[in-house]
């Protein structure tokens, strides 16, 4: 399967991978799309979508966690989040019940790289968003040797990071303009709100509200709301606080479209050199993460355009890749194409679908 952006998706393109919206799925696996489906999934927020090809047949992005969680994680939150203000027992159990089952996936898988694009609309952003931050700390607990009750905690902090957002309306979070003094205000209080929600209305562990309280400091003490400086902010929240930023960029939202990993990734590096975020953590991150995701493609050192088939753990800059089309632009079939082992990329270029 390979990615293409939404303009480039023609009609009669079979779609590689389910779409979900919460617990529904609003087109399945293998299915042809119309004109009028394709401008639909636009008017949702979707910006790109896994497309079946003979040149890509091959290309398998992998997950943190099965799509069968994912949702799972989703509809449970949206649940909770938006019952924010009568968070009962019940509720809080089956988040924690959440959280286990993402850390027996995550213990349970061998060699983890973070390559997919995750389809998502408008309308779950807040809910995707926290499920999506806590695979990838999760993922980051497990490398640097958290146990399973740590990163059982931890798990229920990243679900749990943003539900002081709640509190803030959809015309603010979504708002394609800039914030004016009162809204980024607004915004800035969700951490302090997430904390006085979590210990004011829920039988959870203080560790669980200190996440919520504390995923937006930096470590210079330049972030909110309590402009905490390094060594008072819980090392497993500069850990959320990685995943959050990594997750906020890569995704599109009314006011701006998610930037590739490649580019996150360099802001990332730039964030740590100013001294905003923990080196260590943050080299963890990137040895999963990776620049130029399994199925996109990308223009070579060579001129020659490819496709990412694999990823190189050793050296993530350089991908497995099959050359689609020569520096000329001759374009292979899929027999004739040549495969790459390590090869050069010069960047992502826009993902094109290719019939
Ligand atoms: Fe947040």
């Given at each position: 399967?390979?990615?293409?952006?939404?303009?480039?998706?023609?009609?009669?393109?079979?779609?590689?991978?389910?779409?979900?919206?919460?617990?529904?799925?609003?087109?399945?696996?293998?299915?042809?799309?119309?004109?009028?489906?394709?401008?639909?999934?636009?008017?949702?927020?979707?910006?790109?979508?896994?497309?079946?090809?003979?040149?890509?047949?091959?290309?398998?992005?992998?997950?943190?966690?099965?799509?069968?969680?994912?949702?799972?994680?989703?509809?449970?939150?949206?649940?909770?989040?938006?019952?924010?203000?009568?968070?009962?027992?019940?509720?809080?159990?089956?988040?924690?019940?959440?959280?286990?089952?993402?850390?027996?996936?995550?213990?349970?898988?061998?060699?983890?790289?973070?390559?997919?694009?995750?389809?998502?609309?408008?309308?779950?952003?807040?809910?995707?968003?926290?499920?999506?931050?806590?695979?990838?700390?999760?993922?980051?607990?497990?490398?640097?040797?958290?146990?399973?009750?740590?990163?059982?905690?931890?798990?229920?902090?990243?679900?749990?990071?943003?539900?002081?957002?709640?509190?803030?309306?959809?015309?603010?979070?979504?708002?394609?303009?800039?914030?004016?003094?009162?809204?980024?205000?607004?915004?800035q209080?969700?951490p302090?709100?997430?904390?006085?929600?979590?210990?004011?209305?829920?039988?959870?562990?203080?560790?669980?509200?200190?996440?919520?309280?504390q995923h937006h400091e930096s470590l210079d003490g330049s972030g909110y709301p309590d402009r905490r400086k390094?060594?008072?902010i819980?090392?497993?929240a500069?850990?959320?606080t990685?995943?959050?930023?990594?997750?906020?960029?890569?995704?599109?939202?009314?006011?701006?479209?998610?930037?590739?990993?490649?580019?996150?990734?360099?802001?990332?590096?730039?964030?740590?050199?100013?001294?905003k975020?923990?080196?260590?953590?943050?080299?963890?991150?990137?040895?999963?993460?990776?620049?130029?995701?399994?199925?996109?493609?990308?223009?070579?050192?060579?001129?020659?355009?490819?496709?990412?088939?694999?990823?190189?753990?050793?050296?993530?800059?350089?991908?497995?890749?099959?050359?689609?089309?020569?520096?000329?632009?001759?374009?292979?079939?899929?027999?004739?194409?040549?495969?790459?082992?390590?090869?050069?990329?010069?960047?992502?270029?826009?993902?094109?679908?290719?019939?």
């Amino acid at each position: 399967m390979r990615l293409v952006v939404l303009e480039k998706v023609v009609p009669g393109s079979i779609l590689a991978m389910d779409i979900r919206l919460g617990p529904t799925t609003l087109l399945r696996k293998g299915y042809k799309l119309s004109d009028w489906e394709i401008r639909a999934l636009g008017e949702r927020g979707i910006s790109a979508l896994y497309i079946e090809d003979k040149l890509s047949e091959d290309c398998i992005p992998t997950e943190t966690i099965s799509e069968r969680t994912r949702t799972l994680a989703v509809t449970t939150l949206e649940d909770a989040y938006r019952n924010f203000n009568a968070l009962s027992k019940d509720r809080v159990r089956r988040v924690r019940h959440i959280a286990e089952v993402m850390v027996d996936e995550i213990l349970e898988r061998k060699d983890i790289t973070v390559t997919i694009h995750d389809l998502r609309t408008y309308d779950d952003y807040t809910f995707r968003h926290s499920v999506n931050v806590t695979a990838l700390s999760l993922t980051i607990g497990r490398e640097i040797g958290l146990e399973r009750s740590e990163l059982q905690m931890l798990a229920m902090g990243g679900l749990f990071h943003d539900i002081g957002k709640m509190e803030i309306s959809l015309d603010i979070l979504n708002k394609k303009g800039p914030l004016d003094d009162e809204e980024r205000k607004e915004v800035q209080n969700h951490p302090l709100r997430g904390f006085d929600l979590l210990s004011e209305r829920t039988e959870t562990e203080p560790l669980i509200w200190a996440l919520a309280r504390q995923h937006h400091e930096s470590l210079d003490g330049s972030g909110y709301p309590d402009r905490r400086k390094a060594g008072d902010i819980h090392p497993w929240a500069k850990l959320i606080t990685v995943a959050d930023i990594w997750d906020a960029l890569r995704s599109d939202r009314p006011y701006k479209k998610g930037w590739p990993a490649d580019k996150v990734i360099e802001l990332l590096k730039s964030l740590e050199m100013k001294g905003k975020l923990d080196r260590k953590t943050l080299r963890t991150f990137l040895s999963f993460v990776m620049p130029y995701p399994t199925g996109t493609e990308v223009l070579l050192s060579s001129g020659e355009k490819g496709l990412v088939l694999e990823q190189n753990r050793e050296e993530p800059e350089r991908p497995v890749v099959r050359i689609i089309e020569t520096a000329t632009g001759f374009q292979f079939t899929r027999e004739e194409a040549p495969v790459l082992p390590l090869a050069e990329v010069r960047q992502l270029s826009i993902v094109q679908s290719i019939q």
